[in-house]
């Protein structure tokens, strides 16, 4: 995994930056790198000949999921194209965090073993197969 970020230049037609700006704005990223490395990762994943459909949870505590929140989405938007995200309150001390991805089927092992996404359950699509790295 990568824990830095690369820079380069980009060069876009006035029109299609406003539309990027647009796109940024409607979707909620923080900015315009955020955008495009979302951008460029689903359509490198669209493009993958084979990839997967996953249903990820991880179950943690309210004050572990306050601190990590952020950091976990982000992990998995690096890991794959998030599809469908939510939370459930499992008890009062207790969330679930449930996220259906789609992804590089070579990469589901080496997500499992991501210790910032420990403890996970990721289920894959046409697989019987449940992998839990707890």
Same mark, same amino acid.
């Given at each position: +995994?990568?824990d @830095?970020l690369?820079?380069?230049?980009?060069? +876009?037609e006035?029109?299609?930056l406003?539309?990027l700006?647009d796109?940024?704005l409607? =979707?909620? *990223?923080?900015?315009?790198? %955020?955008?495009i490395?979302?951008?460029?990762?689903? @359509?490198? #994943?669209n %493009?993958?000949?084979? =990839?997967?459909?996953?249903y990820?949870? #991880?179950?943690?505590?309210?004050?572990?999921?306050?601190?990590? *929140?952020? /950091? $976990?989405?982000k992990?998995?938007?690096?890991?794959g194209?998030? !599809?469908?995200?939510?939370?459930? *309150? @499992?008890d009062y001390q207790t969330?679930s965090? %449930?996220?259906i991805?789609? +992804?590089?089927?070579?990469?589901?092992?080496i997500? /499992?073993?991501?210790?910032l996404?420990?403890p996970?359950? $990721?289920?894959? !699509?046409?697989s019987?197969?449940?992998? $839990?790295? /707890?």
């Amino acid at each position: +995994m990568c824990d @830095t970020l690369k820079r380069f230049g980009v060069s +876009m037609e006035p029109t299609l930056l406003k539309q990027l700006d647009d796109f940024v704005l409607q =979707k909620g *990223f923080q900015n315009r790198s %955020h955008a495009i490395r979302s951008i460029v990762r689903e @359509t490198l #994943i669209n %493009h993958l000949d084979e =990839k997967d459909v996953v249903y990820a949870s #991880i179950q943690l505590s309210k004050e572990a999921l306050e601190s990590r *929140f952020s /950091e $976990i989405i982000k992990r998995c938007e690096y890991w794959g194209s998030i !599809k469908a995200f939510t939370t459930v *309150f @499992t008890d009062y001390q207790t969330i679930s965090m %449930h996220f259906i991805l789609e +992804m590089a089927t070579e990469r589901i092992g080496i997500m /499992e073993n991501d210790p910032l996404l420990y403890p996970i359950t $990721i289920h894959s !699509k046409g697989s019987d197969k449940c992998e $839990i790295n /707890e």
